[in-house]
């Protein structure tokens, strides 16, 4: 019986020949009929792959004889097994396309001058010791927080990673630099290269959400400070962490509440929206 399967990981960690392990990763996954996309640079490596659990806990296996990927932090979640139309595996300037490559520093322990790491559970003392004096900050594009976000979280107004840095610079967050920040993501990668970013630019106290949204709604579900459903980036779209989610989205038909992700037409410029079951029929894609 085939079950499934899709791990999510990154690790930060020099790598001398990214093209070298670009190869091997091909080569590995490949071997295990595994579908997703891993991307490679001199940062590290950040993947997300799937297949049947045998073949995905035979990839894991592989990934972590290699040592600077032995501790590889490895999310878990089930699949459908068509959850990635084929195998990439690229190597690019950054594993996480803040287009900053050079601000980014990295050692043998990871990002350095990153944010200070908090697990689910110490995120959970943090509020509860310091009160309206913390602030979460979504490390993801806009779109994303539209069906699930921390709760009265900071949304920042971009629609892809690279817009970031200009939305520090702009000025209009610095008003957090005072505050107790907690970036988060969906598995932590992005927030790795966040956290950094907004301390060399005079965020006194950043922390991160240790393993991002998939860790926490792991250890608290739907009863902690986390509301919605996490977008996810394969033909899923979308996942809850229990059957209380809350319901956030909103169809751009109807305005009925929706959690439903679609590629609209082409002549509705194939863009992502919010659409519901019962309004889907009007905007199939050409």
Same mark, same amino acid.
């Given at each position: 019986?085939?079950?499934?399967?899709?791990?999510?990981?990154?690790?930060?960690?020099?790598?001398?020949?990214?093209?070298?392990?670009?190869?091997?990763?091909?080569?590995?996954?490949?071997?295990?009929?595994?579908?997703?996309?891993?991307?490679?640079?001199?940062?590290?490596?950040?993947?997300?792959?799937?297949?049947?659990?045998?073949?995905?806990?035979?990839?894991?296996?592989?990934?972590?004889?290699?040592?600077?990927?032995?501790?590889?932090?490895?999310?878990? %979640?089930? $699949?459908? /097994?068509?959850?990635?139309?084929?195998?990439?595996?690229? @190597? *690019?300037?950054?594993?996480?396309?803040?287009? #900053?490559?050079?601000?980014?520093?990295?050692?043998?322990?990871?990002?350095?001058?990153?944010?200070?790491?908090?697990?689910?559970?110490?995120?959970?003392?943090?509020?509860?010791?310091?009160?309206?004096?913390?602030?979460?900050?979504?490390?993801?594009?806009?779109?994303?927080?539209?069906?699930?976000?921390?709760?009265?979280?900071?949304?920042?107004?971009?629609?892809?990673?690279?817009?970031?840095?200009?939305?520090?610079?702009?000025?209009?967050?610095?008003?957090?630099?005072?505050?107790?920040?907690?970036?988060?993501?969906?598995?932590?990668?992005?927030?790795?290269?966040?956290?950094?970013?907004?301390? %060399?630019? $005079?965020? /006194?106290?950043?922390?991160?959400?240790?393993?991002?949204? @998939? *860790?926490?709604?792991?250890?608290?579900?739907? #009863?902690?400070?986390?509301?919605?459903?996490?977008?996810?980036?394969?033909?899923?779209?979308?996942?809850?962490?229990?059957?209380?989610?809350?319901?956030?989205?909103?169809?751009?038909?109807?305005?009925?509440?929706?959690?439903?992700?679609?590629?609209?037409?082409?002549?509705?410029?194939?863009?992502?929206?919010?659409?519901?079951?019962?309004?889907?029929?009007?905007?199939?894609?050409?």
């Amino acid at each position: 019986m085939t079950v499934p399967k899709i791990v999510l990981f990154y690790v930060f960690t020099p790598l001398a020949d990214p093209e070298a392990i670009r190869l091997w990763q091909y080569t590995l996954a490949e071997a295990h009929n595994l579908t997703g996309r891993i991307l490679v640079s001199h940062h590290g490596i950040n993947a997300t792959v799937g297949g049947d659990i045998r073949d995905v806990k035979r990839y894991v296996k592989g990934t972590r004889s290699y040592a600077p990927f032995k501790t590889a932090d490895i999310k878990w %979640s089930d $699949g459908r /097994g068509d959850d990635f139309p084929r195998l990439s595996v690229k @190597v *690019r300037p950054e594993i996480v396309a803040f287009g #900053a490559p050079g601000e980014l520093k990295v050692d043998a322990d990871g990002v350095v001058g990153g944010g200070t790491h908090l697990a689910p559970e110490d995120v959970h003392r943090l509020v509860e010791g310091r009160g309206e004096d913390v602030v979460f900050f979504d490390g993801r594009n806009a779109f994303e927080a539209q069906i699930g976000r921390f709760r009265d979280a900071v949304v920042p107004d971009v629609s892809t990673t690279r817009e970031f840095v200009h939305e520090l610079d702009s000025g209009k967050y610095d008003h957090l630099k005072e505050k107790a920040v907690v970036t988060y993501c969906t598995g932590g990668v992005r927030c790795e290269v966040l956290s950094s970013l907004m301390r %060399s630019r $005079g965020f /006194g106290e950043v922390y991160q959400l240790d393993g991002g949204i @998939v *860790r926490y709604g792991e250890t608290f579900g739907d #009863a902690g400070l986390w509301e919605g459903s996490l977008y996810v980036f394969d033909r899923r779209m979308n996942i809850e962490f229990t059957d209380q989610a809350k319901t956030l989205g909103r169809c751009i038909q109807c305005d009925g509440p929706t959690s439903r992700y679609e590629n609209l037409s082409k002549s509705q410029r194939r863009r992502l929206a919010l659409v519901c079951v019962g309004c889907t029929a009007t905007n199939r894609t050409d």
